[in-house]
């Protein structure tokens, strides 16, 4: 189904069940893998996929449906492997509503994945510091995020509701997985991790700008710790799935709230930020799915 409205009006796609069942069956055909963990890497953390083994690697252009990431640090790769015996696919970059996508486009791959028989979702992003606690290099466990652009009715669940992904109205006060927030603060401990490890409510904008020093101070006073542009329709829509899942968040800068402030972000800066860091937030990830494969072996 393809809504179209006049410039004034929210533009609704929405890809409809045989659009997403062509995509699963072309990768399924294509893959010997059956992946039971999704992990999408964000800006310049597309090097999560290096400790899979046995990798397969699509091209998004190459993938029928699939967007196409323009994003600066997003490679715009779809790779399949094991880690530790777990079968894995990585999303090298990820989508964005100013790209020009709309937000059926944007979470797409999240339904791919929930039909190919995933059954977790870690969600990975680079993003801006609102809490004065935090530093630059941080990794943020998300506990709950606010929707900016849900409030302004720009929501992936708009739309006719398919009742094979999930309820019309899903709660969300329990989207990130306490089981897996727990996991992953217990492998960060051991890796001697726990310094720099957070934990904290991360909030979507629109983006592409980043945000002035009076929107940055809204968003402190809201309760927000980190701020994006990204993350959150996935994690929605994979919610809707019934997927568990885990969102990271790296902080790459700290958000102005003093106009004295000379200091300005700019996107180059968070990917070397990412570069320095994501040897330690791959090697979390890496060992994150090695503990959920054990724990599937041991269940079974």
Request: proline residues 4%; aromatic residues 8%; contains cysteine.
């Amino acid at each position: 189904v393809h809504v179209r409205k006049t410039a004034c009006q929210i533009d609704i796609t929405c890809c409809s069940f045989e659009d997403y069942k062509l995509t699963t069956e072309w990768l399924l055909n294509q893959t010997r893998h059956r992946p039971k963990v999704a992990v999408i890497c964000s800006s310049g953390l597309g090097l999560l996929a290096d400790a899979a083994s046995n990798k397969q690697t699509f091209r998004y252009q190459d993938i029928p449906n699939f967007p196409v990431s323009t994003a600066p640090g997003h490679e715009g790769c779809l790779v399949f492997g094991t880690v530790d015996g777990a079968a894995c696919v990585f999303m090298q970059g990820h989508f964005h509503l100013y790209e020009g996508y709309s937000l059926c486009q944007v979470t797409l791959p999240v339904r791919i994945f929930k039909l190919m028989g995933v059954e977790s979702i870690i969600v990975t992003n680079a993003s801006g510091g609102i809490c004065p606690d935090f530093k630059v290099g941080d990794i943020m466990i998300i506990k709950d995020h606010i929707n900016l652009p849900g409030f302004a009715g720009q929501h992936p669940l708009c739309g006719p509701n398919d009742e094979r992904f999930g309820t019309r109205f899903p709660s969300m006060s329990d989207a990130y997985s306490k089981d897996l927030r727990r996991l992953v603060s217990e492998v960060a401990c051991e890796l001697d991790y726990s310094s720099f490890l957070r934990e904290g409510v991360y909030c979507m904008v629109s983006g592409p700008n980043f945000e002035t020093i009076a929107e940055a101070r809204m968003l402190l006073v809201l309760g927000c710790d980190s701020v994006g542009m990204s993350t959150v329709p996935e994690v929605t829509v994979a919610k809707h799935c019934g997927l568990r899942v885990l969102g990271l968040s790296l902080i790459t800068n700290m958000v102005s709230l003093d106009y004295s402030r000379e200091e300005k972000v700019n996107h180059d800066d968070v990917l070397h930020i990412c570069k320095t860091r994501a040897k330690l937030l791959q090697k979390l990830v890496t060992e994150l799915i090695c503990r959920l494969q054990q724990q599937n072996i041991n269940t079974n």
